[in-house]
């Protein structure tokens, strides 16, 4: 029988919580967490579940659908471009839904002639199998301002006839009147598209400026060189500027082919051609790659590469001597010529120089012209002020027709060359001093002195020789030739 104390005890443990065991618990919490992983394995994409791999395997069937969904509606933006803005719709009815054409025809007669048209930004979606949604900026430039407006195509897919624009919503952010030449380059623009004449024409421009810097470099004319370049195009290429101008300062016969012009963005030119170089040592073949920049100064080169496709060093052709081949036969002595035929002979040549300059004799004992420092100053004077004040017309009347140019250009095209080359500095100051006059005969003289030459675009300091002869009309130059000091 179990005492009172017993009987307490017993009835105090049956009304508390019986405690938990430790080794119970641990077990229990282990039973959880390895539910929750294999709920989380079957259930959860985490990176190894099956559902993680079925997702990535969509992922990447969704991918490779966009991707190449992508690239047909790039393509159906730039003939949307042409139909919409630069060229006839007419040509481009393929491009648009029949309700399109219905609800959207007043939209192609309201657009302006675009000169230029430049896409940024685009967004594409594929919003269904069939449905797809176009977002970009877009900028129409015209000849007087240009418009920049955000843009919205909704496109559908046929089975049959592929993608078609079906609904365009536009909404202008700004219009501007900004001439073109002096919008910066967008170096970012997913689409740049020219019209075909404003391609034509900065085609023909761009082909010209390549021809005068040619022409610039044959003459090494440095002034000109400079004038086709953009600022510091040296250091891009890690010289000095002199070290650069050096290259320009020997005289070359340059010839230029194959030039083509391509447009990769809104104020930039690609330009690739052949050059044929030959100097007096050497003639090489490069094929040369130039990027241009339309700038306010009209289209410059900003960056060059050239490389060398064959080189030839010209050996000087040394005739043989005569000696070697025929051998020289001896010279008699003359005969002695009597006295009285030689005293015959000397008065009959002075009767005919006598004739032949109207009484005045030529001889040792004839009074030679004298010389003609002022007409040739003159002529230096007013070549000087003609070449400061642009004066093209009167600058080239100084120059012979048997003038014969440093690079060996026929003298037509030289004249050419020189009107577009004084044509492109704003203003131009020459200054001479140290003239020396050395006339050779009535008809022959060499002027040289030292040049300073001064311009916005570039100056230096030069000595020119120029070779002048009588002609009718006057002292004409018929070559010249620059040192540098």
Known sequence: MRSTETRIFTSFKSHHRPRIDGRFFLTSMIAFFAVAAVLVYLYVPTPISPGKQQLETNNLRSTSFNHSEELAIKKILVEYVHAMLLEEPDNYKTLFTSNFSNSNGSDRTMMPQATSVQISQPTISLTSTNDARVRFTQIIRTSNNSLQSQERLLLKRASTTGWRIDKRASQPVMNSILPVKNMSPDYNSFLYIKSEQ?????????????????????????????????????????????????????????????????????????????????????????????????????????????????????????????????KAKAISEPKPIPKAKTIAKAEATTTAKINSNNGVKTGSTANPKPLETTAINNLVSQWQQAWSSKDIDAYLGHYSDNFEPKSGMDVEKWRHYRRSRLGKPKSIDIQISKLRIEQKNETKALVSFIQEYKSDLYQDKTKKTLSLVYEDNGWKIVAENTTSL
């Open 198 to 326: 404003e391609k034509q024409q900065d085609t023909k421009t761009i082909k010209e400026l390549i021809q005068f810097w040619a022409d610039a470099r044959a003459e090494a004319d440095i002034e000109a060189v400079v004038t086709t370049y953009g600022q510091d195009i040296w250091e891009r290429r890690g010289i000095t500027k002199d070290q650069w101008l050096e290259e320009f300062r020997n005289p070359k016969n340059v010839t230029i082919t194959n030039v083509n012009v391509v447009f990769p963005g809104q104020n930039l030119a690609e330009v690739t051609l052949n050059e044929k170089i030959k100097d007096n040592n050497r003639q090489a073949y490069f094929d040369t790659h130039l990027m241009l920049q339309l700038s306010d100064n009209g289209w410059l080169i900003a960056d060059e590469d050239s490389k060398i496709v064959s080189e030839q060093i010209l050996q000087p052709i040394i005739p043989p001597q005569l000696e070697s081949i025929v």
